[in-house]
């Protein structure tokens, strides 16, 4: 052999010792797909594989391969001659996993096959898919969450296992003092620790100031940068933290603590991590926040809209129920039961079509009719003006017709007499002992929103001692209200000395459950008219002369050591005197106007109505009381800031001959009082008999017609029993000093304090 023949011998010899020292394995394969030829690596593989590689076909040495689509490869290879075909392949030697890149190419039959370890690689993208199926799963369940409660627990699921970490600590910055939202791989006396070492207020109040997460890797930097928290570092058992503030456009919501068991060396992958984590909680974090305020001010809403419990008053009983669809909150029904003056209540059912707006519009317009109570309106008027803001709120409300069904009833137990007027409602039920419930026969006008004209208001007279029921909200088909009553009134009826409250409690349960099967709301008003008795009650008449302020002072004097309240013997004297006087100087008296050579009288009337007294004079006059401020030099003007200083409340209201001016007072043992509400009732009803005297606000068509007359009495007497006391429940706030006064064409109601 020459030299040029031992040449290419020297170069292949040194081409395979190069493949044999390469650290990435090589194995050739021959025709029969038997390995031919492996260098080192290869071997050292199939040693670590527990195979012997020479003359065996790899997959069947290692079954693995075929799984990972060797063949295929090396079929991909044969048919295509000349051309590099590749795959990964992960094998399962001892030490764990790894994966190779494995390369082949067919050369005259033969094919090669190199193996290049592509581990940490491969590890990498497998890893970064995994935090992105996790963050879209930490995402989904943020969005699926409704609370902060949801977003911990959301946190703990995803988030912990995503990161590798044990603990978690999550505090609420929104609020005055820091909240703890959720404590996970934590021992519940960590929490208590957490709280006294200040954990959130320091820790995280670092990360909140940089707006960047803040890594501890080990317990010893923890010491080093806050060595006051090593002993709450210990009692966690933890060895790495990472504090993520959540914040967004730059307003710190809360923050997150992860706490791991190991110390850890963060890596960048760690804090993007951590910043998209902190990115989606702080959103989650904001949305409950937002969501919170917005349930917070409905709940607020819904509790105002909602009806309440009826006010104690005197001579009458009340018992309401209020069902919501399917306990919701309130919808387009209500109803009041509202304290008037001279003892008088308003009682109010009604009913608001309004579409989605409902609940708004009967908002609205329960608080219209609550304002033209107040004011001690005629009832025809109050509908009149409801109807006006019917038709105001239909505009506004996108140009839906807005309609409302409304029953209104004035009792006045002082005289037994109850002034009705409805708008489209259906009129009350009434019981009457030994009776068949049957409805009470009144006009019914059309409903607010509608009517051109206002509903007429009706007197009745001969409803005391009888139970009104007012309903709405009954779905068609079901139990009439009727029948219903008469369930209760057969089984229970009425007794002759009048209903008490657990009688009207069972016959509100008792409507309740017979019409159970009804879809809707349902609103159900049940009272009981009783009378005020006779001996808290005083009138007089006066001539509309001057002297009569004084005898006025001998009257209240007189009926009020009669009631054992001398302690307002000053107060109510004053306040007598003054308002007679008005009507002497400024006011004509009953029946007379200013062309009448006589002076003509006026009426004076004195009510003890348990937790306070009231004044009331009655002139001929029908223009409103004002309150002046005269000067130092003037001499009048200053009765009315008298009575206003002097009262706890009052006002004025119209009657058909004139008006009537009040003033309250609350009694020095109003408190005691009211400890006798049920039987001072009972003791108050009395039968139906009225006459023209006995009509505290006069004998017409519309309720506050006339003044009071008197009627024969005997020498005024305390009470064995006190009347239930009427305002404290729902007394409108005081105003003090100023007062507030109506205008000229309505009556005025003024709270002193």
Same mark, same amino acid.
């Given at each position: 052999?020459?030299?040029?023949?031992?040449?290419?011998?020297?170069?292949?010899?040194?081409?395979?010792?190069?493949?044999?020292?390469?650290?990435?394995?090589?194995?050739?394969?021959?025709?029969?797909?038997?390995?031919?030829?492996?260098?080192?690596?290869?071997?050292?593989?199939?040693?670590?594989?527990?195979?012997?590689?020479?003359?065996?076909?790899?997959?069947?040495?290692?079954?693995?391969?075929?799984?990972?689509?060797?063949?295929?490869?090396?079929?991909?290879?044969?048919?295509?001659? +000349?051309?590099?075909?590749?795959?990964?392949?992960?094998?399962?030697?001892?030490?764990?996993?790894?994966?190779?890149?494995?390369?082949?190419?067919? $050369?005259?039959?033969?094919?090669?096959?190199?193996?290049?370890?592509?581990?940490?690689?491969?590890?990498?993208?497998?890893?970064?898919?995994?935090?992105?199926?996790?963050?879209?799963?930490?995402?989904?369940?943020?969005?699926?969450?409704?609370?902060?409660?949801?977003?911990?627990?959301?946190?703990?699921?995803?988030?912990?296992?995503?990161?590798?970490?044990?603990?978690?600590?999550?505090?609420?910055?929104?609020?005055?003092?820091?909240?703890?939202?959720?404590?996970?791989?934590?021992?519940?006396? =960590?929490?208590?620790?957490?709280?006294?070492?200040?954990?959130?207020?320091?820790?995280?109040?670092?990360?909140?100031?940089?707006?960047?997460?803040?890594?501890?890797?080990?317990?010893?930097?923890?010491?080093?940068?806050?060595?006051?928290?090593?002993?709450?570092?210990?009692?966690?058992?933890?060895?790495?933290?990472?504090?993520?503030?959540?914040?967004?456009?730059?307003?710190?919501?809360?923050?997150?603590? =992860?706490?791991?068991?190991?110390?850890?060396? =963060?890596?960048?992958?760690?804090?993007?991590?951590?910043?998209?984590? +902190?990115?989606?909680?702080?959103?989650?974090?904001?949305?409950?926040?937002?969501?919170?305020?917005?349930?917070?001010?409905?709940?607020?809403?819904?509790?105002?809209?909602?009806?309440?419990?009826?006010?104690?008053?005197?001579?009458?009983?009340?018992?309401?129920?209020?069902?919501? $669809?399917?306990?919701?909150?309130?919808? %387009?029904?209500?109803?009041?039961?509202?304290?008037?003056?001279?003892?008088?209540?308003?009682?109010?059912?009604?009913?608001? $079509?309004? %579409?989605?707006?409902?609940?708004?519009?009967?908002?609205?317009?329960?608080?219209?009719?609550?304002?033209?109570?107040?004011?001690?309106?005629?009832?025809?008027?109050?509908?009149?003006?409801?109807?006006?803001?019917?038709?105001?709120?239909?505009?506004?409300?996108?140009?839906?017709?807005?309609?409302?069904?409304?029953?209104?009833?004035?009792?006045?137990?002082?005289?037994?007499?109850?002034?009705?007027?409805?708008?489209?409602?259906?009129?009350?039920?009434?019981?009457?002992?030994?009776?068949?419930?049957?409805?009470?026969?009144?006009?019914?006008?059309?409903?607010?929103?509608?009517?051109?004209?206002?509903?007429?208001?009706?007197?009745?007279?001969?409803?005391?001692?009888?139970?009104?029921?007012?309903?709405?909200?009954?779905?068609?088909?079901?139990?009439?209200?009727?029948?219903?009553?008469?369930?209760?009134?057969? !089984?229970?009826?009425?007794?002759?000395?009048?209903?008490?409250?657990?009688?009207?409690?069972?016959?509100?349960? $008792?409507?309740?459950?017979?019409?159970?099967? *009804?879809?809707?709301?349902?609103?159900?008003?049940?009272?009981?008219?009783?009378?005020?008795?006779?001996?808290?009650?005083?009138?007089?008449?006066?001539?509309?002369?001057?002297?009569?302020?004084?005898?006025?002072?001998?009257?209240?004097? *007189?009926? /009020?050591?009669?009631?054992? /309240?001398?302690?307002?013997?000053?107060?109510?004297?004053?306040?007598?005197?003054?308002?007679? %006087?008005?009507?002497?100087?400024?006011?004509?008296?009953?029946?007379?106007?200013?062309?009448?050579?006589?002076?003509?009288?006026?009426?004076?009337?004195?009510?003890?109505?348990?937790?306070?007294?009231?004044?009331?004079?009655?002139?001929?006059?029908?223009?409103?009381?004002?309150? !002046?401020?005269?000067?130092?030099?003037?001499?009048?003007?200053?009765?009315?800031?008298?009575?206003?200083?002097?009262?706890?409340?009052?006002?004025?209201?119209?009657?058909?001959? +004139?008006?009537?001016?009040?003033?309250?007072?609350?009694?020095?043992?109003?408190?005691?009082?009211?400890?006798?509400?049920?039987?001072?009732?009972?003791?108050?009803?009395?039968?139906?008999?009225?006459?023209?005297?006995?009509?505290? *606000?006069?004998?017409?068509?519309?309720?506050?017609?006339?003044?009071?007359?008197?009627?024969?009495?005997?020498?005024?007497?305390?009470?064995?029993?006190?009347?239930?006391?009427?305002?404290?429940?729902?007394?409108?706030?005081?105003?003090?000093?100023?007062?507030?006064?109506?205008?000229?064409?309505?009556?005025?109601?003024?709270?002193?304090?």
């Amino acid at each position: 052999m020459n030299a040029d023949e031992h040449a290419p011998r020297l170069g292949w010899q040194w081409l395979s010792e190069l493949m044999r020292d390469s650290p990435d394995p090589a194995t050739v394969l021959d025709s029969d797909d038997h390995v031919e030829w492996a260098n080192a690596a290869s071997l050292d593989l199939a040693r670590r594989l527990g195979i012997t590689p020479a003359g065996a076909i790899p997959w069947e040495a290692v079954p693995a391969l075929r799984d990972e689509g060797l063949p295929d490869l090396v079929a991909r290879a044969r048919h295509t001659p +000349g051309t590099p075909t590749s795959a990964r392949i992960r094998m399962k030697p001892a030490t764990g996993n790894v994966w190779y890149l494995v390369r082949a190419v067919e $050369t005259a039959g033969w094919v090669v096959l190199q193996w290049l370890d592509v581990t940490e690689q491969t590890e990498a993208e497998y890893a970064a898919i995994d935090r992105s199926r996790g963050l879209q799963a930490l995402n989904a369940a943020l969005i699926q969450a409704s609370g902060t409660d949801g977003i911990v627990a959301a946190i703990v699921e995803h988030a912990l296992p995503l990161l590798g970490a044990t603990g978690l600590v999550m505090h609420d910055l929104t609020g005055p003092e820091p909240r703890l939202l959720g404590l996970a791989g934590h021992s519940p006396d =960590f929490a208590h620790a957490l709280e006294a070492m200040d954990w959130h207020r320091r820790l995280a109040g670092a990360a909140q100031n940089s707006g960047q997460p803040l890594l501890v890797g080990s317990a010893e930097a923890l010491t080093e940068g806050w060595p006051h928290l090593q002993p709450l570092a210990y009692a966690s058992g933890k060895q790495a933290w990472a504090v993520i503030p959540l914040t967004v456009a730059g307003d710190p919501l809360g923050v997150a603590v =992860f706490a791991w068991d190991t110390p850890r060396q =963060f890596t960048a992958d760690d804090r993007s991590l951590l910043g998209t984590i +902190g990115v989606v909680a702080a959103h989650a974090l904001r949305t409950a926040h937002t969501l919170r305020q917005a349930r917070q001010r409905a709940d607020r809403l819904e509790k105002e809209l909602a009806p309440g419990p009826p006010p104690d008053l005197p001579g009458i009983r009340a018992a309401v129920r209020y069902r919501a $669809t399917g306990g919701a909150g309130p919808g %387009g029904h209500w109803y009041d039961v509202v304290p008037l003056s001279g003892g008088r209540a308003l009682l109010v059912a009604g009913e608001v $079509t309004a %579409g989605p707006d409902d609940a708004v519009a009967m908002g609205i317009l329960r608080q219209q009719v609550l304002t033209m109570a107040a004011l001690d309106m005629p009832l025809d008027d109050v509908l009149a003006h409801a109807g006006d803001a019917a038709l105001r709120l239909g505009h506004r409300l996108g140009g839906a017709a807005v309609t409302a069904r409304c029953l209104l009833a004035v009792v006045d137990p002082t005289s037994g007499r109850c002034t009705i007027a409805s708008a489209g409602h259906t009129p009350p039920t009434v019981i009457r002992p030994g009776h068949t419930p049957s409805v009470l026969r009144v006009p019914v006008g059309d409903p607010l929103g509608i009517a051109r004209v206002p509903a007429q208001a009706t007197n009745r007279d001969d409803l005391s001692g009888t139970v009104l029921v007012l309903a709405n909200g009954a779905a068609p088909g079901g139990t009439s209200l009727a029948d219903a009553i008469a369930h209760h009134s057969d !089984r229970v009826p009425l007794p002759a000395a009048g209903a008490d409250s657990p009688w009207l409690e069972s016959l509100c349960d $008792t409507i309740i459950e017979d019409r159970a099967s *009804e879809h809707g709301d349902l609103v159900l008003l049940a009272a009981y008219i009783g009378r005020l008795p006779d001996d808290h009650i005083g009138a007089w008449e006066l001539p509309r002369v001057p002297e009569s302020a004084a005898a006025a002072r001998g009257h209240v004097d *007189e009926i /009020l050591n009669a009631w054992h /309240l001398p302690e307002l013997a000053d107060t109510m004297e004053l306040l007598a005197s003054e308002l007679v %006087g008005n009507c002497v100087r400024h006011a004509s008296g009953i029946g007379t106007d200013a062309a009448d050579p006589t002076p003509g009288h006026v009426w004076l009337r004195m009510l003890h109505l348990a937790d306070h007294v009231v004044c009331e004079v009655y002139d001929g006059s029908a223009s409103a009381p004002r309150v !002046r401020h005269p000067r130092l030099t003037d001499e009048y003007g200053r009765g009315l800031q008298l009575v206003a200083l002097s009262t706890d409340s009052w006002g004025t209201r119209y009657t058909r001959l +004139g008006k009537c001016v009040w003033g309250a007072v609350d009694a020095p043992n109003a408190e005691a009082a009211k400890d006798h509400r049920q039987t001072t009732a009972d003791s108050a009803q009395r039968p139906a008999e009225h006459g023209p005297g006995d009509d505290p *606000e006069g004998g017409g068509d519309t309720p506050g017609e006339g003044p009071p007359r008197p009627r024969p009495r005997p020498t005024p007497r305390r009470a064995a029993q006190r009347i239930s006391a009427p305002h404290n429940a729902t007394r409108r706030p005081s105003l003090s000093p100023r007062v507030r006064t109506g205008g000229g064409s309505g009556p005025t109601t003024r709270r002193n304090g």
